[in-house]
T-cell receptor, first 114, second 114 residues
Framework: AQTVTQSQPEMSVQEAETVTLSCTYD???????LFWYKQPPSRQMILVIR??????QNATENRFSVNFQKAAKSFSLKISDSQLGDTAMYFC???????????FGAGTRLTVKP | DVKVTQSSRYLVKRTGEKVFLECVQD?????MFWYRQDPGLGLRLIYF???????EKGDIPEGYSVSREKKERFSLILESASTNQTSMYLC?????????????FGPGTRLTVT
């Protein structure tokens, strides 16, 4: 069974600085997707960034980028130039090509301080 | 934009009541999901459906049932609510796995069972 581990329950960062959220996963599959989702306080969960396992190049979306290490089964999220609006719960998620069952980590609560 | 709506943001029910949580999506997605979100546990899949009248158990189906009579609507039913079902419930939808794996989430229903 696939599992996703986020070892940092809470983190904080000063506005305009950079922060990295960690995620590791365990799978025997070779073809899969990884995601970072953001859940702002009292608001809907939205997709931040996704990575296909067969792509070696790390995904980037504006201030958000990932460090995908397939052999190490590691998928960290880097947020550059942190903004107050980045304050949220962040969930790392995994899904293999073979099924619809998305696996989520426990989440990291990020607070951006002014 | 994909829109996933849930019938209530907050709900308070008594032990033993039958509870219906409704979810509607407007993007003609085949797949729909019900998750439960608890602190420190992330999102856990209760049930999912890949077509009308089809359903599959997730990790924690005990005490829950689902109904999907129309493609756009997926209902979660707590036959006899118990206090350990107090939680945040999230609905999500997605295209078929061959097309995309991204899931789109509703705003959530915070259910309290007293």
């Amino acid at each position: 069974a696939q599992t996703v581990t986020q070892s940092q329950p809470e983190m904080s960062v000063q506005e305009a600085e950079t922060v990295t959220l960690s995620c590791t996963y365990d799978t025997s599959e070779n073809n899969y997707y990884l995601f970072w989702y953001k859940q702002p306080p009292s608001r809907q969960m939205i997709l931040v960034i996704r990575q296909e396992a067969y792509k070696q190049q790390n995904a980037t979306e504006n201030r958000f980028s990932v460090n995908f290490q397939k052999a190490a089964k590691s998928f960290s999220l880097k947020i550059s130039d942190s903004q107050l609006g980045d304050t949220a719960m962040y969930f790392c998620a995994f899904i293999s090509y073979n099924n619809n069952d998305m696996r989520f980590g426990a989440g990291t609560r990020l607070t951006v301080k002014p | 934009d994909v829109k996933v709506t849930q019938s209530s943001r907050y709900l308070v029910k008594r032990t033993g009541e039958k509870v219906f949580l409704e979810c509607v999506q407007d993007m003609d997605h085949e797949n729909m999901f019900w998750y439960r979100q608890d602190p420190g546990l992330g999102l856990r899949l209760i049930y999912f459906s890949y077509d009308v009248k089809m359903k599959e158990k997730g990790d924690i189906p005990e005490g829950y049932s689902v109904s999907r009579e129309k493609k756009e609507r997926f209902s979660l039913i707590l036959e006899s609510a118990s206090t350990n079902q107090t939680s945040m419930y999230l609905c999500a939808s997605s295209l078929p796995s061959e097309s995309s794996y991204e899931q789109y989430f509703g705003p959530g229903t915070r259910l309290t069972v007293t």
